[in-house]
C-alpha cells in the first residue's frame, strides 16, 4: 500500500469516528432530556392485542406469570427509555399466537412491581416502544 493510500485510510477511518462520535453527543444531550429513541408514540390500552391487556392484568396481580423470565430486570440497554437505575425496569412477556417461542412483544413496566401506570409496550423485540397510556 502506497504512503497516500494508508494517508487516505485513515483520514477516512478519522472521518468515521468524528462522525460517529458526534452521533453520540447528540444521544447524550437526548438522554439528558428523559426522552430517547422512539418515545414519541402512546398507545392506549383499547389499542393494545388482547394478549397484552392480559399480561398487564397479570402484572397488576403479582402473576402468576406464564413465562419464567416475566418480571427479570429489563436493563433498557438499547437507551430507548428514560434512563434511571438499574432495577427499575421489569420486563413481561405478551404472548405472541401460533409462536413457538416467547415471540417478540413485551410490556416493560418502571417502578414498584405490580404498578402500570408507567408501562411501554414493544412489538419488536425492543426496537421500539410506545408509552402505555390508560
Do not use: W
Not at 497516500?4 to 469516528?17: D, E, K, S
Not at 430517547?36 to 383499547?46: C, E, I, M, S, Y
Not at 410490556?107 to 390508560?134: E, K, M, P, W
Amino acid at each position: 500500500m502506497t504512503r497516500n493510500g494508508l494517508r487516505n485510510g485513515v483520514l477516512m477511518v478519522a472521518f468515521a469516528i468524528a462522525s460517529f462520535g458526534a452521533s453520540h453527543v447528540t444521544v447524550g444531550f437526548a438522554r439528558d432530556t428523559g426522552t430517547v429513541g422512539q418515545l414519541q408514540d402512546t398507545v392506549t390500552t383499547a389499542q393494545l392485542p388482547r394478549e397484552a391487556i392480559k399480561t398487564l392484568s397479570l402484572i397488576e396481580a403479582g402473576g402468576p406469570y406464564p413465562y419464567e423470565k416475566d418480571g427479570i430486570v429489563f436493563g433498557n440497554r438499547e437507551r430507548l427509555l428514560p434512563l434511571r437505575r438499574r432495577g427499575f425496569y421489569h420486563e413481561y412477556t405478551v404472548p405472541t399466537p401460533r409462536a413457538r417461542n416467547r415471540g417478540a412483544r413485551r410490556i416493560v413496566c418502571g417502578g414498584s412491581l405490580r404498578q402500570t401506570s408507567n408501562c411501554y409496550y414493544s412489538d419488536d423485540h425492543y426496537a421500539s416502544f410506545r408509552h402505555i397510556a390508560g
